[in-house]
């Protein structure tokens, strides 16, 4: 379901698309609320019982597709995931952004504990292997186009560039401890939400991939060690029930300043819309830079 092509790309324009979406898809847009925007543009509609993605341009057209067929898989094979909804068919695709319709999860705030979250991900990683054509992991795919697109100082688009093509240069000798396979892409708390009986399931299926399992354990780590967003007790529970504590692998370093990296590019992209968004960048760079602590992060 297709209609024409635009290019700007900020919440008015996501709401813009959504509601046009709604009308194709038969979905009621009752009260509209913005939940994040990042490479989706994410809504709460209904009073939070359904909630709308919106794709940021028409290059994220195949990842939605894939989406939609990986949370297929996993209800096939019963597994606790964001399940679509409506009869319509997915994506609804308005001026080239893809949109989609799912399951609201309780109010969208409660989050499963760590040991859910690690009782989860090992799950998720002995399914059988989807009969889709997931792409293999690019860690760096997109950082040059986020940078070069950024609303950033040069010194810190220059500084990023520069540690990005070190990083690639370490992450292509690393030896990893766990089997490649399928992997969710970003697996982490804001993740893994409980739905209004109680039990935790998996968000934001667009990510998937096949890559080093490593990848799907990092950001749990880091948000005990690099954030403090966790305790030391929870991110035990996580290693303990998943079976695997990625910290004590040798790649680690490497891999947490990947994802590093990611996360200030990500966010690089509401840089000129965003003020609090910019102010973060450029310190998150100058932490990079100095070596300073990540402590004083703060979550997007």
């Known amino acids: ?77 019963d597994y606790p995931a964001a399940r679509l909804v409506t009869n319509a068919a997915q994506p609804v695709v308005v001026d080239g952004h893809a949109v989609t319709f799912w399951e609201g999860l309780a109010d969208g705030d409660t989050y499963a504990s760590t040991r859910e979250m690690g009782e989860l ?37 220059d500084f990023l560039s520069e540690r990005a093509q070190t990083l690639e240069a370490a992450y292509d000798k690393l030896e990893f401890a766990l089997p490649y396979g399928h992997v969710h892409g970003d697996f982490n708390v804001g993740n893994v939400l409980r739905d209004d009986a109680g039990r935790p399931k998996v968000i934001d299926l667009d990510g998937f991939v096949t890559g080093p399992r490593e990848w799907d354990l990092m950001q749990t780590a880091m948000y005990f060690d690099s954030f403090g967003w966790h305790t030391a007790d929870e ?23 990947v994802r590093e990296l990611l996360m200030i590019t990500w966010l690089s992209q509401n840089a000129a819309t965003n003020p609090r968004a910019a102010e973060e960048v450029e310190k998150r760079a100058d932490s990079l830079r100095t070596g300073a602590s990540r402590r004083d992060w703060a979550p997007f």
């Open 1 to 77: 379901m297709t209609t024409g092509e635009q290019t700007t790309f900020d919440i008015e324009q996501a709401e813009n698309v959504l509601r046009r979406a709604c009308d194709l898809a038969g979905v009621d847009p009752d009260g509209i609320s913005l939940l994040r925007f990042g490479d989706h543009a994410v809504f709460r509609l209904c009073g939070g019982t359904t909630v709308a993605r919106v794709a940021r341009d028409s290059s994220r057209l195949a990842s939605v597709k894939r989406e939609v067929a990986v949370a297929g898989w996993l209800a096939e094979h």
């Open 235 to 257: 991110y035990t529970d996580f290693a303990d029930s998943y079976g695997f504590d990625v910290r004590k692998w040798a790649g680690y370093t490497v891999l947490r300043g």
């Open 121 to 157: 991900l090992y799950r998720l990683h002995q399914l059988q292997p989807p009969g889709i054509a997931l792409p293999e992991l690019r860690p760096f795919e997109k950082v040059s186009e986020r940078l070069a697109n950024a609303t950033i100082s040069a010194d810190v688009r």
